[in-house]
Every structure is written in structure tokens, then in C-alpha cells.
């Protein structure tokens, strides 16, 4: 069978590993390089995502599974999976309370969730945290990984190039008409691109009230006391990044972010916040700014699978997809060689008609 994948950020990229590993011809196609997508620059947190809905939490439980499976097939020379959890705490009694429902969600759904006290994390977790002014609880998710998505894309790539597939990077596909024929599916793994593609499909245009699309991602410069695992401190999200880097993410300065934001100023901002939750990382220096677009369907859960009325032509596009392409690559190469996946079923874009 020949496919043609559209895009090679994560989703394309393990899209087609998995296809040409199941024996399909496959050709990868890509407006950008590929350090140069949102999957190379995203947070990169995987965890179970409780949103009160089993399907997406089932899915993204497998998702984590499927993660360990990518590592162990693709052998890379520098590691971009890691599983030292995440930690989470809030800055007031509201905030507080929120962190306490949330754990208490994953609680219930048999997910694990520690409650540590400040002093218990800094002396065995991560002493580099300013968390003397904190008074509630610290809640630490040990079983949620970080993904380096750069590090990730190249070693995914060269696996799939390996497999036979070709990667043809710098090409637009303008419409589906123009390349359906070259082969028998087509499968558009093009982020926010896929609106483009198929101007029908539901995704929230950026700027949307509904949910938060645009995001900044702010790299430093290496730093002298970096953190090991992913923190959500109140306002400054930070994750490990290589060379005692870090990734740092502001959620409430997203909203800021306006069309033709460059993102440098608000980065400034972003870096601004950085002290006062890991004093020592007050050496760090913006290296990289990156606006990107979540590509989020209208009802907030992924879209996988066939398009209907469009014979030959399968999608995939989530918000959560550094969390879910690993995973969505086996269910691919299963549906599109004649295996449907259950986990897949809900997800189907059949739900929006
Ligand atoms: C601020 C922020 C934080 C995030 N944090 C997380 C997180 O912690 N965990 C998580 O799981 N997810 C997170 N996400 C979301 C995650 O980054 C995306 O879901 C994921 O990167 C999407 O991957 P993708 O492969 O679908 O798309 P992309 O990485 O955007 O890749 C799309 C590919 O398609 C190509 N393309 C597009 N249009 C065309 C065209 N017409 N012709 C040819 N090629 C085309 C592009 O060049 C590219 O190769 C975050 C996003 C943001 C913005």
C-alpha cells in the first residue's frame, strides 16, 4: 500500500515509522523542517488527561505505554522520554483547593498522586525550588514523563528513513485534490495545517473564547541549577529541556498573545518569572521565543481516523499530541492495513455530524 503523510512533526513522524514497519510505502511530506514544528518546540508533558471523559483518559493511559514501546524500538544517541513526574502546587486557598480536586479526580480514576509538603520536596525531590512561602500541599504525579519532542523527531525520523520511507521536506500540499492520486491514502498529520487541508474539519480558529489556541514557548540559555522533572509552579510552568536548558510556559500570558505577536516581549515576562521559583536559574537568557497554534478540535478530544465522503483520506489532529502520537501511530498503521482500533472508535469526526 502507498501512503502520503502530510507533515512531519510528531504525529507524521511516528505516523510513518509505523506504517513502513507494517509494510506500507510511505512518503512523508513537510511545509517546514522539522526541528522547525510545534512538536520540536512543545511543553512536552505526557500524563493520563482526566477532562471527565474515559475514553480520552483510557487513551491517553495507553498513550503512556505506547511512549515506553517508541523509546525501546528507536534507539537513539541522547534520551528524549523521561519519568520523573510532575509536581504542582497553588499560590492561594483557591488555588489550593483546585490542585486538591484535581488530584482527587485522578485519585478516583486509580492514577497515582503523592501529597508532599514543601520541605519534603525540596530535600527529596528538587532542591533547587524557592518553596518556603508555600503553605498548601505540593501534589506529585510520579507517573508523568517529559518528552523532549527535538530530540524525539530526528531519532524518529532517521528510524523511519531507515524503514524506506522517503521525507520530503519544504513542499506545501495546497489541496488533497492536487496529491490524492499519487497515492492509495493520504494521511494529513498536519497539525493546525490540517484546517488548511480540510477546511471542514472542526478546529477552533486561534483566537477562539472557547479554549486557549495560541501558546508562547520560552527556551533559556543553560542554567546553573535546572530542575529534573516538570514543575507547575503558580503562573511559571517549567520542564527540563538538554544542556540544563528549560522550556518555560506562562498559561495566563497566553491570552496576550495576538496574531502577529513575535512573542519576544512577552518572553522577557515569562524569564521574569523565573527566580522566584528556582533562584537559581537566575543565569538564564532567552535562547529560543516560539508562538505556536494547538490545533484543537471544537469539542476539545482528538480526531483519528477516515474522513467521511473522502475515499482514501484518514486524519489525526489533538492538542495533546506530543502525550498521544506515539500511540497514534500504531492505531494508524492498524486502521489504515484493515484493523480498526477501539480506542480510536470515539474519537471518529462521524461524532460531529
Ligand atoms: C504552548 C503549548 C504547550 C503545549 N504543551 C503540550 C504538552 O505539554 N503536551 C502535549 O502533549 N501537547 C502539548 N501541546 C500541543 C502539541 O505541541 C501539539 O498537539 C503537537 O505538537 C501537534 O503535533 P502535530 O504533529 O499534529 O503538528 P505539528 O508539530 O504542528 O506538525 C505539523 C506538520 O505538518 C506540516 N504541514 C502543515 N501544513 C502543511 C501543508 N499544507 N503541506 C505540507 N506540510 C504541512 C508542518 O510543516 C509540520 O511538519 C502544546 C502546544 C502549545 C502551543
Redesign the pocket.
Known sequence: MKVLV?????????VALRLAEAGALVT???????L????????????AIDEKNTDYYNLSIEALAAQERLVADVAAPERWLFGQGNLHWGRDEASAAAQRAIADGYRELGYPVEEMTPEQVVRDLEPGLALENVTGPVYFYPRDV??L?DVLLPAVLDKARAAGVEVR?G????SLDAVRGDADVVVC??????A??LPDLPLLPPGAPER??????VRTTPVSAPVTR?VHAPGL?I?PHTGRRLVL?C?DL?HALTESDDGEALARQVIARLPEVLPGATDAEVENV??????VPRDGMPIVGPVPGRDGVYV??????????PLLGEIAARELLGDPDPLAEPFRLTRFA
Not at 489533538?318 to 498521544?324: A, C, V
Open positions: 502530510i507533515g512531519a512533526g510528531a504525529i507524521g513522524a511516528c512523508v511530506v513537510s511545509r517546514e523542517e522539522p522547525d514544528t510545534l512538536s520540536a518546540h512543545s511543553f512536552g508533558w505526557a500524563n517529559h518528552v519532542g521536506v513542499e506545501r500540499i495546497e498529520c498536519a497539525g493546525r495545517g490540517n488548511g487541508l486557549l489556541t495560541r501558546g508562547l514557548l516538570i510552568s520542564r510556559h498559561h497566553d516560539f508562538v505556536g497554534v494547538r490545533p489525526i489532529a489533538t492538542h495533546s499530541g506530543l502525550t498521544l502520537a
